[in-house]
């Protein structure tokens, strides 16, 4: 497995002797954050790019986190309007603005670390996406990829039948198409909104990432996860920077912070939601919760389902030279690449 818990501990250190650093910077990059002071984004990713920030930039750059500048939604927004120099965007949360971003959501039947599927998702960005200029008006820092999500509902499903008329929390992109092809009535939610609503009997579940069970305190009000190998469906996200930021950055500065973003920022993300992911888990477990696997034939459904998603999906974004099925197809060799890489990596450590 690639190296980020090393990594991570590495920068931890870097952030003790980055402490006396941001009395000494020159530009601060104010970030937008939500997801609760405990989510991995809070906890882990922006602490650990601003020690290596600081490191690189010897200090002159640092990063300050504000939390509920608004809601998960608005933040491309924030960004874009300077509110913010910098945020993490969902994708799926701005309908209509992106297409090819849902290209890494489709279920691929096999489990894959949401690190590696983020390393493979930046470089499916670079070589494929970036062209579309779907985030005009914004730097792409990273692109990051989330854990398979799972159905979490408050009475026990066994199979997709019993699903049938469910009131489902979803969060836009292949989830919402998911949810339609499963005869679910999709609510549109925020994953922050998710235990009010259960709790309420607003919803009967939710689509959402295992993280969720304890980030978002889901399995207090949905104990019954109904699970498919590699997920239902995977989330994707950005973290972008208003290019104005830029401005107050020296050349020197800016070729440092992006050295230690892109898919070395985009791995740290994928990692965080794997850590995430295992929390949610073990707090589901320590509650009772129960887990269940779909049938064979409710996998073979998903399937059939999921190859008409992907026609679709092509058809509708490959444009001009963009060929949407050639970049799928790259990513998902990508996922195999990485994953061997790591499996190196691994090796050469152990030995």
Known sequence: MYNSARLVLGAASVASLALAMPAMAQTTINVSSWGGPNHGINTIVWPTWQ?????????????QVTEDLGPPAAQMALVADGVADASWIFHGHMSGRFGLTQLPEFPTFEDFSSEVASAAYWRTYEEYLAQANEHRGLEVMAMGVHGPGQIFTTEKIETFDDLSGK?????????????NALDVTGVALPPTGVYEAASQGVIDGAMLT??????????????????????FYRGSFAIVMNPMVWDRVSDEDREAI??????????LFG??????????????EELGNTFTQATEDDIAMLREVSDELIDAWAKKVSTGDLDASEALQYFRDQLAVVAEEESIASDLEQS
Request: aromatic share 6%; glycine share 12%.
């Open 51 to 63: 020690a290596w920030i600081e490191e690189a930039t010897e200090g002159r750059v640092t990063l």
């Open 167 to 179: 009131r489902l929390r979803v969060g836009g992109g292949v989830m919402t198409d998911l949810a």
């Open 210 to 231: 295992l993280e969720g069970l304890r980030s978002f305190r889901v399995a207090e009000v949905a104990p019954y996860t109904l699970t498919v190998d590699g997920g």
């Open 258 to 267: 992006e050295a230690v973003s892109g898919e070395r920022l985009s791995r």
């Open 271 to 284: 990692y965080m939601m794997d850590v995430s992911d295992q929390r949610g888990v073990e707090f589901a």
